[in-house]
């Protein structure tokens, strides 16, 4: 809505107010049709996505109407919301037309060292003219400031190792001797059609990746499906017929990604692939 309305100048002050009163309403506006028993740390991120959104709207209006200072304000406030690099890069272009030369140079870094979707060159700013590369040196202080963001916002969970599985060729075994000791992208799936295609695309697409971080993803379902084979000639499939694993992991969506480092703990539980990876990969810097 506010997107829309900022296409239309007359409609900026409209817009502007409109932002605001989300912004200051504390009632559950964003996504409101998700289940009432998911993590609240999930609800907390889906909320955070939408703010950062509305943040970066204001920004712009603010900038459409001079008011740089407020500008500058609204689009720091959105970068510390969500993280996804074509976002970095939006709130880049903002601080390039307020003239803030270094911290574009800062933004465009972290953006370029994404290890799921990296910034490609080529980005354009606010008159249309290309903005700078990242010197390696920008490049290194990125990654130490994406690792340390990452890090600050995982769980830290534990998690009951006994629950049982089995293996594809109907072994019987538990989570923990899954686990044995390494670093785990869990992918919980009811059954394996419901699982995007596009997941199983981006996963062959960092299966290299992966392999060099240490990183092994496992596929769990609990439904045995031989109509759907995708992805279980790549990685380990087991089943999770009694929801063992399922209860184990808290789990609460029909297809969700897990972390676990090499101690077993839980760092991460979510249902966007894009995330378990980028963490999974951030992990093993």
């Known amino acids: 809505m506010a997107e829309y309305m900022m296409e239309v100048p007359a ?39 939408g703010r950062a959104r509305l943040e970066l709207s204001l920004a712009r209006i603010r900038l459409a109407r001079g008011d740089l200072a ?17 976002f970095i890069a939006e709130v880049a272009t903002i601080h390039d037309a307020l003239g803030a030369e270094r911290r574009v140079a800062q933004l465009l ?111 769990v379902s609990q439904q045995p499906d031989s109509s759907s084979t995708r992805g279980a000639a790549t990685m380990p499939l087991y089943l999770d017929t009694g929801h063992e694993v399922w209860d184990a992991l808290r789990a609460w969506r029909t297809v969700q990604y897990f972390v676990l480092d090499r101690r077993g703990r839980l760092r991460h539980r979510g249902d966007k692939l894009e995330d378990a990876l980028r963490i999974s990969l951030v992990l093993s810097w």
């Not at 992918?187 to 290299?208: C, H, S």
């Open 11 to 49: 409609l900026w002050s409209v817009a502007e107010d409109w932002i605001l009163d989300r912004l200051s309403d504390n009632r559950d506006w964003t996504d409101g049709e998700r289940p009432l028993d998911q993590s609240r740390d999930n609800y907390e991120a889906e909320m955070r996505r």
């Open 70 to 86: 407020s500008a500058r304000q609204a689009a720091e406030r959105s970068i510390q919301q969500t993280w996804n690099p074509e």
């Open 109 to 219: 870094a972290l953006a370029r060292v994404d290890p799921v979707a990296p910034l490609e060159t080529g980005v354009l700013g606010a008159d249309g003219r290309p903005l700078p590369e990242s010197t390696e040196a920008e490049l290194d202080a990125a990654r130490q400031t994406m690792q340390e963001r990452i890090r600050s916002g995982l769980l830290d969970e534990s998690v009951n190792v006994a629950a049982r599985l089995r293996s594809a060729s109907g072994d019987e075994t538990t989570l923990g001797q899954v686990l044995h000791g390494g670093s785990r992208l869990v992918i919980q799936a009811i059954q394996l059609d419901v699982i995007p295609d596009e997941d199983f695309a981006l996963l062959a697409e960092k299966a290299e990746e992966l392999t060099s971080a240490g990183v092994e993803t496992l596929l």
